[in-house]
């Protein structure tokens, strides 16, 4: 039974590493691309705000994934952090792509 706790909570905890890993870069290449180009800089400032968020997101599912490594006691917590940290990073890639493709007309 502990066995397959530990691979279910290392998958998900995978997961959310990936996740956060790419929410991390998507931001990172938007940052790089919107200050090559001319009139972007709005959109670099906000990708740079966003970025300490998504270091806090990778450093959290590696501790999510380190976590799996024990007991069954830290694989459900592993688990819990992991697939939180997944979703949350998959959120803020979806309203960061939707805020930076309609940006407001304030900037």
Do not use: C, E
């Not at 006691?73 to 309203?95: K, R």
């Amino acid at each position: 039974m502990g066995t397959v706790i530990d691979l279910i909570a290392t998958i998900v905890a995978i997961l959310g590493l990936l996740a956060a890993v790419g929410y991390g870069g998507y931001l990172l290449m938007l940052r790089s691309v919107a200050t090559k180009r001319p009139g972007a800089s709005h959109l670099a400032a906000d990708a740079r705000k966003r970025l300490p968020a998504a270091g806090g997101l990778t450093v959290g599912a590696l501790l999510a994934l380190l976590l799996t490594n024990g007991g069954v006691t830290p694989d459900v917590i592993g688990l819990l952090l992991g697939g939180g940290i997944g979703l949350a990073s998959v959120n803020q890639l979806q309203s960061a792509r939707k805020r930076l493709a309609n940006p407001p007309s304030s900037f």
